[in-house]
């Protein structure tokens, strides 16, 4: 018996070298290999899951970026906790698969930007609504794009007195609980941003406003050691590069690039072309990931620019390229319905679970 027992062990330690030094060589080759998706819900948790156990950790997925905005149930603003959030049970699921596969879990909560969608407040104004940086935009019963209030998601106003003390605490608690060493805030897409209207913020620069911001959530966060990551569109110059109002910024806030900390992680997020734009912020020395969605030979485009960036940089510039994160904007239990063909595609743009297979199937090819 002590013979089969220590020919055992013997066998799951070299298991266990072998897939170490695998790991190491993934690692050497694209350090970080993502998806960003919404949490789940309770009906869905259970999938989500197996999706880890059957779909992320055997394919070498080794970040979950997790949009938990008021999903989950917390102590310190009970107030601000939507229906059917996760508890603390209920993450500690999550947690435990991931932490099966080594893979780290990112939570986000978006802030500054996207504080309302379409016609519906998000959580955080809809409580505290003296923290609306365009209180005088009303939303409209029905929403279009374009709009005479220019009105894409509302934000908060990055002045106001009282606003850091309430998503401090959601953030401190999100991360704790997911046991994670990084906080994504997403701050994409922000239009609203030193609007004349704000008493504090009218007159001020809009990039050091978004700077200021950035600044002081990164700051926040190494106080407990963590790192901050966030979109990078709002610093890119869309009117110089031509990538526009959307991957970009057309509202000035591109110069916060050169105001930031330069140990803010960068998700680099472009979905019609593949632009070159992580050369941008590695030769900032910001590190950065690059971020697909629903296209699946972009995709591959993009990780093959992203692997002759690390193949052909400086040893200075080379591990500013990080990696890539597949996007995916819907919900999990959506998510996983059409990736397990439950529900059949009706983008007719693109496919995201199609992107996200081809991504799998990449990442799963570079350990071979």
């Known amino acids: ?16 070298i072998q897939f170490l030094q695998a790991q ?13 998706i919404a949490s789940p819900d309770l009906k869905n948790l259970d999938r989500f899951i197996k999706f880890i156990d059957e779909e992320l950790g055997p394919n070498n997925i080794n970040t979950l970026i997790l949009r938990v905005d008021y999903g989950y149930q917390y102590k310190s603003h009970p107030e601000l906790v939507n229906e059917d959030a996760l508890s603390t049970a209920d993450v500690k699921k999550i947690v435990a698969a991931c932490k099966k596969y080594d893979i780290a879990i ?72 997911f046991e994670a060493d990084a906080f994504h805030a997403g701050m994409d897409e922000v ?33 407990s050691n963590r790192k901050l990551w966030i979109w990078g569109d709002r610093l890119i110059d869309g009117k110089s590069t031509g990538i526009g109002m959307w991957e970009a910024s057309m509202n000035n806030t591109h110069r916060a690039i050169d105001m930031i900390p330069k140990d803010v992680m960068i998700c680099d997020w472009h979905y019609e072309r593949v632009d070159p ?48 994160v597949q996007t995916v904007w819907t919900s999990a239990g959506n998510f996983m319905d059409l990736y397990y063909g439950v529900t059949p595609n009706s983008d007719k743009n693109g496919d995201q679970a199609k992107c996200f297979k081809t991504v799998l199937s990449a990442f799963k090819n570079l350990g071979e």
């Open 106 to 177: 990112v939570p986000q909560i978006n802030l500054l930007g996207h504080q309302s969608w379409h016609s519906t407040l998000e959580k955080l104004l809809q409580v505290y609504p003296e923290f609306d940086e365009t209180p005088n935009v009303k939303l409209p019963e029905k929403y279009e794009w374009p709009n005479e209030d220019g009105l894409y998601c509302k934000s908060y106003c990055p002045l106001h007195p009282e606003v850091h003390k309430v998503v401090f605490e959601l953030v401190d608690e999100i991360v704790e609980v």
């Open 277 to 324: 734009t992580p050369v941008l912020f590695a030769s900032k020395d910001i590190n950065v990931a690059i971020c697909p969605w629903r296209t699946a030979d972009l995709a591959e485009k993009q990780l093959k620019q992203m692997l002759e960036f690390r193949a052909n940089a400086t040893p200075e510039m080379k591990e500013n390229f990080t990696g890539m």
């Open 191 to 223: 239009f609203y941003i030193g609007e004349e209207q704000c008493p504090r913020c009218s007159g001020k620069d809009k990039a050091e406003l978004f700077a200021g911001e950035v600044t002081k959530i990164r700051n926040h966060l190494a106080l």
């Open 24 to 36: 190491d060589k993934l690692d050497a080759i694209l350090p970080v290999r993502g998806l960003a």
């Open 1 to 16: 018996m002590k013979n089969i027992q220590f020919h055992l062990m013997l066998l799951l330690s070299i298991f266990s």
